[in-house]
């Protein structure tokens, strides 16, 4: 069964205090591993997709990177308009595969 | 961009009621998905649909019921509520080859009495 978990479950920052979110993951095959941020009271909003060890994405202060076993989501300078909850999900291969998503990290960038 | 919109912010029932909750996409996705979130269990699948009058069981289907007539319109359908089902509901669509990239609605939040 395909598992994700995610760490820690909340995060409080300074501005300006780069951090890391952890994704660690156990599936039969990847086929690519997402992750998303959900504000409150909003559905969640795709970030990237990564599909291979080694591979990293961008995106302004964030970057996703991936291993054969985990995902980190290294924030960079945050800003209080980067507190929200991040979510991760893989995909594993094979035909109409489901994501399996992790419960969620919720971070807070105090100004 | 992507507009996924789910007809109601907040819906109170009873149990024992019909519940229908609407999912309208204007961006002629193929594929469409019908969630549940819960604190501390995360996102769960329900039902998800390929195309037009196709759908397929998720994680957690008991319970539920899906309609898809309208390619931009999916329909859950809660046949008898019950307070297990109180949760918030999202509804996501795609347009690639089924699970990449999902673009999610504001969700339902629904209550059962």
């Known amino acids: 069964e395909d598992q994700v978990t995610q760490s820690p479950e909340a995060l409080r920052l300074q501005e300006g205090e780069s951090s890391s979110l952890n994704c660690s993951y156990t599936?039969?095959?990847?086929?690519?591993l997402f992750w998303y941020r959900q504000d409150p009271g909003k559905g969640p909003e795709f970030l990237f997709t990564?599909?291979?060890a080694g591979e990293e994405k961008e995106k302004e202060r964030l970057k996703a990177t991936l291993t054969k076993k985990e995902s980190f989501l290294h924030i960079t300078a945050p800003k209080p308009e980067d507190s929200a909850t991040y979510l991760c999900a893989v995909q594993a291969l094979g035909a109409n595969s489901k994501l399996t998503f992790g419960k969620g990290i919720t971070l807070s960038v105090r100004p | 961009d992507v507009k996924v919109t789910q007809s109601s912010r907040y819906l109170v029932k009873r149990t024992g009621e019909k519940v229908f909750l609407e999912c309208v996409q204007d961006m002629d996705h193929e594929n469409m998905f019908w969630y549940r979130q819960d604190p501390g269990l995360g996102l769960r699948l329900i039902y998800f649909s390929y195309d037009v009058k196709m759908k397929e069981k998720g994680d957690i289907p008991e319970g539920y019921s899906v309609s898809r007539e309208k390619k931009e319109r999916f329909s859950l359908i809660l046949e008898s509520a019950s307070t297990n089902q109180t949760s918030m509901y999202l509804c996501?669509?795609?347009?690639?080859?089924?699970?990449?990239?999902?673009?999610f609605g504001s969700g339902t939040q629904l209550s059962v009495l």
């Open positions: 599936v039969s095959g990847l086929r690519g």
């Open positions: 990564l599909y291979s």
């Open positions: 996501a669509s795609s347009s690639t080859g089924g699970f990449e990239k999902l673009f």
